[in-house]
């Protein structure tokens, strides 16, 4: 850089230009959509007729039932209340066939686990399929073993 170059005014204003560029254009695209069509998803996890906390998979599937792009997820509260995410900035998940997902916790039924197998050894693992329509979704799961 040639001597006195940031004195010179319109260098300067150039600076400030640039500067300027490199801040915003890294915030560019953090808020858009995905541009995947998507449809809420709500619903409730029973096992044997109690709430339970459990963890669901969304994946979204092709007529051949292989996995088709990005799933949903989410994590039931106490009630068994859940609300899928399709991403951080993103609920729902997206329109059409689905293999679902569900894993009841192991502590949902008794508390706190006591230790690492009961930590970690779901109480039970469904595989099912599940359609998401254009409209609000509200699908319920009542489990047993």
């Not at 051949?64 to 998940?93: C, H, I, V, Y």
Request: net charge neutral; hydrophobic share 40%.
């Amino acid at each position: 850089m040639p001597p006195g170059f940031l004195f010179n005014p319109s260098h300067r204003r150039w600076l400030w230009v640039a500067c300027l560029g490199v801040m915003v254009l890294p915030t560019q695209g953090c808020s858009r959509s995905s541009g995947v069509p998507l449809a809420p998803v709500t619903g409730n996890v029973t096992f044997y007729g109690r709430p339970v906390v459990a963890q669901l998979v969304f994946q979204p599937v092709a007529l051949d039932g292989k996995p088709l792009g990005r799933p949903s997820t989410a994590t039931s509260d106490a009630s068994g209340d859940f609300t899928l995410r399709f991403s951080d900035s993103e609920w729902g998940a997206v329109i059409g066939s689905h293999r679902v997902s569900v894993k009841v916790l192991p502590y949902a039924d008794s508390g706190e686990p006591e230790g690492f197998y009961d930590a970690t050894v779901p109480l039970k693992v469904a595989e099912l399929q599940r359609e998401v329509r254009a409209e609000k979704n509200q699908l319920n799961f009542a489990l047993t073993y």
